[in-house]
T-cell receptor, first 108, second 115 residues
Framework: AQRVTQPEKLLSVFKGAPVELKCNYSYSGSPELFWYVQYSRQRLQLLLRHISRESIKGFTADLNKGETSFHLKKPFAQEEDSAMYYCALSGPGTALIFGKGTTLSVSS | NAGVMQNPRHLVRRRGQEARLRCSPMKGHSHVYWYRQLPEEGLKFMVYLQKENIIDESGMPKERFSAEFPKEGPSILRIQQVVRGDSAAYFC?????????????FGPGTRLTVT
C-alpha cells in the first residue's frame, strides 16, 4: 500500500538547535516526494521537492531509497520555522498522498 | 493574483442537510483537486477535476458526495444528507495542468461542522 508516515506528532526544539522531521514512505515504483508547510493562519504551501534538490529557508531533504525516507533537516532552527509540516508522496495519476503532519515548535 | 479561494471558510450543518463547498482556482488554472482532512489525520485526496470533466474520483465516498467544475464558475463539492463523520476540513488545490503534482496551490480550506 502507498503510505506516508510521519512518526512524530510534535517536535519541540530551542532556537539554534538542529531540526530533523522524519518521513518514511511506502511506494512501489519511483516516487516523487515533497514537503509542505502550513504556518499559523496561512494556507498549505510547498516547501521543497526532492527532484529539485534545493534548499529553501535553510531546509533540505534527501531521498533515501534504501531506507525509504525523506527526512527534512535544518541545522539551526529559527522561531519563524514554527509550523505544521507535511510530507507528501505522488501517487498514481496526480493525487498527493500526505502524512499526518508534524508540528514543529521552536522556542527561544 | 488572489490565489485559490474557498468559501465559506466555516460551515455548520445539521445532520441530514446538504453542504456545498466552493473553490475558485487561481487565474489561469484549469485543474482542481479536493482533499479532506479529518481530525488528527493528514490530507486525503478525494477528487481531481478539469473543466467539465472528472479525471479521478478514486478518493470520493461512493454515496452522498459529488463534485463538479463547470465551464463557468467555481468548482463545487456537494455533500448530501451530512452525518457527523463528515465534519472535517476540506481543502481545494489548483494547478495549471502542466508539470507534476507539485504544481498544486492550496486554498485556505472550509471547515465543516455537522451538529
Amino acid at each position: 500500500a502507498q503510505r506516508v508516515t510521519q512518526p512524530e506528532k510534535l517536535l519541540s526544539v530551542f532556537k539554534g538547535a538542529p531540526v530533523e522531521l522524519k518521513c518514511n514512505y511506502s511506494y512501489s515504483g519511483s516516487p516523487e516526494l515533497f514537503w509542505y508547510v502550513q504556518y499559523s493562519r496561512q494556507r498549505l504551501q510547498l516547501l521543497l521537492r526532492h527532484i529539485s534538490r534545493e534548499s529553501i529557508k535553510g531546509f533540505t531533504a534527501d531521498l533515501n531509497k534504501g531506507e525509504t525516507s525523506f527526512h527534512l533537516k535544518k541545522p539551526f532552527a529559527q522561531e519563524e520555522d514554527s509550523a505544521m509540516y507535511y510530507c507528501a508522496l505522488s501517487g498514481p495519476g496526480t493525487a498527493l498522498i500526505f502524512g499526518k503532519g508534524t508540528t514543529l515548535s521552536v522556542s527561544s | 493574483n488572489a490565489g485559490v479561494m474557498q468559501n465559506p471558510r466555516h460551515l455548520v450543518r445539521r445532520r441530514g442537510q446538504e453542504a456545498r463547498l466552493r473553490c475558485s482556482p487561481m487565474k489561469g488554472h484549469s485543474h482542481v483537486y479536493w482533499y479532506r482532512q479529518l481530525p488528527e489525520e493528514g490530507l486525503k485526496f478525494m477528487v481531481y477535476l478539469q473543466k467539465e470533466n472528472i479525471i479521478d474520483e478514486s478518493g470520493m465516498p461512493k454515496e452522498r458526495f459529488s463534485a463538479e467544475f463547470p465551464k463557468e464558475g467555481p468548482s463545487i463539492l456537494r455533500i448530501q444528507q451530512v452525518v457527523r463523520g463528515d465534519s472535517a476540513a476540506y481543502f481545494c488545490a489548483s494547478s495549471p495542468g502542466t508539470g507534476g503534482p507539485y504544481e498544486q496551490y492550496f486554498g485556505p480550506g472550509t471547515r465543516l461542522t455537522v451538529t
